[in-house]
């Protein structure tokens, strides 16, 4: 029997279990029914050591890891309707001049908290740096941490006077 060449090429298959409310959400849109919930919202963060960022959102903010694993070099999670998607800087994201993404910046999550007093402490008590500590506000008191990478998280607890947007659906 005489091996096709092209076998060095292929990938080897990765069985994905998806969320089922995202695969329901999907087969709706796909068969031209409602559209996906414009609700939710997803950030993607580049970060230089996958498994670290992983346990960071997952172990101290609370994140929950999606069973998706195509690459070791991405990963998705989950908060709420939060989606949080981590990519290690590679090829597939270079710009046409061969830059690529980095971590860091100053564009973050905010992630809303109910006592960002005790949050801020158990977070420092487990090793978590922050860039500020807590700041008040108007509306909101905020911190700003990192993740391991060096990307900004930010954590607010409302105050009197805060509100979200209310949305009216006809």
């Known amino acids: ?15 994905i279990q998806p969320r089922t409310a995202f695969a329901e959400a999907l087969w709706r849109r796909m068969s031209g029914g409602q559209e996906a919930d414009e609700g939710s919202a997803t950030i993607r963060y580049f970060v230089d050591d996958l498994d670290r960022a992983i346990a960071f959102y997952r172990d101290q903010l609370g994140f929950e890891q999606e069973l998706l694993d195509p690459s070791p070099t ?9 989606r949080l998607l981590l990519s290690v800087p590679g090829e597939p994201h270079a710009l046409p001049d061969g830059t690529l993404p980095e971590p860091g910046g100053w564009n973050r999550i905010s992630l809303r908290v109910s006592n960002l007093n005790a949050t801020v402490a158990a977070l420092r008590a487990g090793g978590v740096a922050f860039r500020r500590g807590i700041t008040a506000g108007v509306a909101v008191d905020t911190a700003l941490l990192t993740d391991p990478s060096g990307n900004p998280v930010e954590l607010f607890e409302a105050r009197a006077g805060y509100h979200e947007r209310t949305t009216t659906k006809e």
């Open 1 to 15: 029997m005489t091996r096709d060449p092209l076998d060095v090429l292929r990938l080897p298959g990765v069985p």
């Open 74 to 82: 991405f990963a998705m999670l989950y908060r709420g309707e939060l």
